[in-house]
T-cell receptor, first 113, second 112 residues
Framework: EAQVTQNPRYLITVTGKKLTVTCSQN?????MSWYRQDPGLGLRQIYY???????DKGDVPEGYKVSRKEKRNFPLILESPSPNQTSLYFC????????????FGEGSRLTVL | KQEVTQIPAALSVPEGENLVLNCSFT??????LQWFRQDPGKGLTSLLL?????REQTSGRLNASLDKSSGRSTLYIAASQPGDSATYLC???????????FGKGTTLSVSS
């Protein structure tokens, strides 16, 4: 089954404790992206990757890091989480951002205390 | 900068009604437009993808149209059902082809 898998689905952490949200897709997609969804602000792009070892900032990259060492994986790293990073995070993938249907993971709800 | 607006923000209809959701965007230079469905606490599911060269796409009871020149798209849902209750989001691929820009969605409630 074609899918994008995120882990963890739910996480409560404290300010400053590094965490990683993993994302994996099984569709051999080149393009992957991270979004955060906040009430009243909608979905905003954090980072994206056009292919292995190719990543770039989206609209709200501050406080986040990513890496793309393998085609299937695109982890999101919060080096020192802060309360304003409390949000619902989505990973997505497609053949290409401008050409293909975008597939989303189920989301990771993060709370930073 | 591309902006995507969806009207109305919320809509309640009785079962069986045909309905139209609206999406407008400020920059007509888009690669494609997608309509998504989001159920509470869930991820987004792509419903229809319209390439910039196309005028419409259909899937079952759903029909999406695209008018690039006027910066508008509509999602038509025929014979609505309670299972259609969800938030519907419209998104356009940006000029650089690196991101989808999302509207804030229309939350649809269909009562039986």
């Amino acid at each position: 089954e074609a899918q994008v898998t995120q882990n963890p689905r739910y996480l409560i952490t404290v300010t400053g404790k590094k965490l990683t949200v993993t994302c994996s897709q099984n569709m051999n997609h080149e393009y992957m992206s991270w979004y955060r969804q906040d009430p009243g602000l909608g979905l905003r792009q954090i980072y994206y990757s056009m292919n292995v070892e190719v990543t770039d900032k989206g609209d709200v990259p501050e406080g986040y890091k990513v890496s793309r060492k393998e085609k299937r994986n695109f982890p999101l790293i919060l080096e020192s989480p802060s309360p304003n990073q409390t949000s619902l995070y989505f990973c997505a993938s497609s053949l290409g951002a401008s050409t293909g249907e975008l597939f989303f993971g189920e989301g990771s709800r993060l709370t930073v205390l | 900068k591309q902006e995507v607006t969806q009207i109305p923000a919320a809509l309640s209809v009785p079962e069986g009604e045909n309905l139209v959701l609206n999406c407008s965007f400020t920059d007509s230079a888009i690669y494609n437009l997608q309509w998504f469905r989001q159920d509470p606490g869930k991820g987004l599911t792509s419903l229809l993808l319209i390439q910039s060269s196309q005028r419409e796409q259909t899937s079952g009871r759903l029909n999406a149209s695209l008018d690039k020149s006027s910066g508008r798209s509509t999602l038509y849902i025929a014979a609505s059902q309670p299972g259609d209750s969800a938030t519907y989001l419209c998104a356009v691929a940006n000029q650089a082809g690196t991101a989808l820009i999302f509207g804030k969605g229309t939350t649809l409630s269909v009562s039986s």
